[in-house]
């Protein structure tokens, strides 16, 4: 199986002017992408509300994130991403209660698992490339996206993927000093796009999600799904 990715990302609003930010501080504009994603759950919202957050991202397939060892505490996030569809399908079927589906395939254990589209929207992304010059430094770029959604909602995220937990720490650190420069406060809690497609169409999703987020559900042993 290949080995999962682990996402450590800080979510932020971009001000105007931030391209010349980074571009002041040495990063490059790698590329312009536009994609569709589209997420799915049960009509309960199961994934959801456990944290894991399944989608099919046109031009490059399936992915599930799920929350990696340690949980999310602050301002950033971190994430393990599944791609290979036999992890996804394995992790699919632990959350969900089932075995024996017969298939790998995450298209046809949709119906299966009676998983629904939830969510689907449109992003525009400008990726950029940034080194952080400095003492100690090993030289691993840190990525920042600057998104806009086709329901008019606009998020950047400095990111950094990493094999190993125990990398986390340093990307985290990057992570922090790039925000900074960036004049993003650590302390900057920004919702994503799915949270915020979610608060607007469709509210009553949203509120269970909320509910969960903030202990206010009995049924759901689950801790927070979202923190915003
Ligand atoms: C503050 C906060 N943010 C996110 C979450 C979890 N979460 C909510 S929706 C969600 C799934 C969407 O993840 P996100 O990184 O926002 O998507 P995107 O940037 O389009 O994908 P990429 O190209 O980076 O892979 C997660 C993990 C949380 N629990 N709390
Ligand atoms: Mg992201």
Redesign the pocket.
Known sequence: MTHPWI?V?Q?FVPRPGIEDRLKELGGTQESQISFR?SYYDTRELTLMKA?H?L?HREGSGW?L?CPGAGG?TGSH?K?M?LTAEAAIAARLCERLGTAGLGTENVSEMLGRLELQEVASFV?ERSVWKLVLSGAGDEGEALTV?L?TADFGYAVG?V?ALVREEAEVPKALEKIRSLSSLLGVSQHE?T?????VYLQRFRPLDYQRLLEVATGKNDEQEES?????
């Open positions: 996402e990302e979510k994603d944290d957050w989608r992915e994130k999310n996030t994430y991403e992003t996206d998104d995220e990111e809690q919702p994503g796009k799915l949270i927070a799904a979202i923190e915003n």
